[in-house]
């Protein structure tokens, strides 16, 4: 089915440990995003990309690395896990301005 | 700087009406509105561009207060399908396609 897809949905790890977490668009968009959602925070901005190769910094990025040798996938590594990096990620692509197409999230537990 | 909404939840009867304020001390070029259901991706609802344009999802609507750097979503006859939280989410000129969103409103709609 075409859309946004992210894996894994569930993830425990440990303090420390390098995670990587994959989003893949069947739809060619040119704009793909890391967002991170905490309660009382919202969706806060990790790392967005205009298009192949083409990544920049949003609000959150440290601790975080992002690469897009394809239009249709944007994984977001995390390099030595925190706690504080305990989250919910939400990978979400956009065709041009407007609407935002959201995954369905990768809920992620860091002990 | 993350936008400021209000009220942070609001708890409604079937049929009666709601107003979410979203606020930024920056200067907006557009202001978005998601809504998220418990547990699901946030699901975009509408864009208002900077002009004041009104728009209309359904029963629910928005505006965009360019002087005031403010955005009002209404819930009209609200229905239990209206249930979730929303989130606004501003896009300055500078900053192409990087929302910030707010923190939330969280809306209840009983029978």
């Known amino acids: 089915d075409a859309g946004i897809t992210q894996s894994p949905r569930y993830k425990i790890t440990e303090t420390g440990r390098q995670v990587t977490l994959m989003c893949h668009q069947t739809?060619?968009?040119?704009?793909m995003f890391w967002y991170r959602q905490d309660l009382g925070h919202g969706l806060r901005l990790i790392y967005y990309?205009?298009?192949?190769?083409?990544?920049d910094k949003g609000e959150v990025p440290d601790g975080y690395v992002v690469s897009r040798s394809k239009t249709e996938n944007f994984p977001l590594t995390l390099e030595s896990a925190t706690r504080s990096q305990t989250s919910v990620y939400f990978c979400?692509?956009?065709?041009?301005?407007?609407?935002?197409?959201f995954g369905e999230g990768s809920r992620l537990t860091v002990l | 700087q993350q936008p400021v909404q209000s009220p942070q939840a609001v708890i409604l009867r079937e049929g009666e009406d709601a107003v979410i304020n979203c606020s930024s001390s920056?200067?907006?070029?557009?202001v978005h509105w998601y809504r998220q259901k418990h547990g699901e991706a946030p699901v975009f609802l509408m864009i208002l561009l900077k002009g004041g344009e009104q728009k209309g999802h359904d029963k629910i609507s928005a505006s965009f207060n360019e002087k005031k750097q403010q955005s009002s979503l209404y819930l009209t006859a609200s229905q239990l399908s209206y249930s979730g939280t929303y989130f606004c989410g501003t896009e300055k000129s500078d900053s192409w396609g990087k929302l910030q969103f707010g923190a939330g409103t969280q809306v209840v709609v009983t029978p």
């Open positions: 979400a692509s956009m065709l041009r301005p407007g609407e935002l197409f």
């Open positions: 920056k200067a907006l070029y557009s």
């Open positions: 990309s205009a298009a192949a190769d083409i990544t």
């Open positions: 739809w060619s968009h040119s704009y």
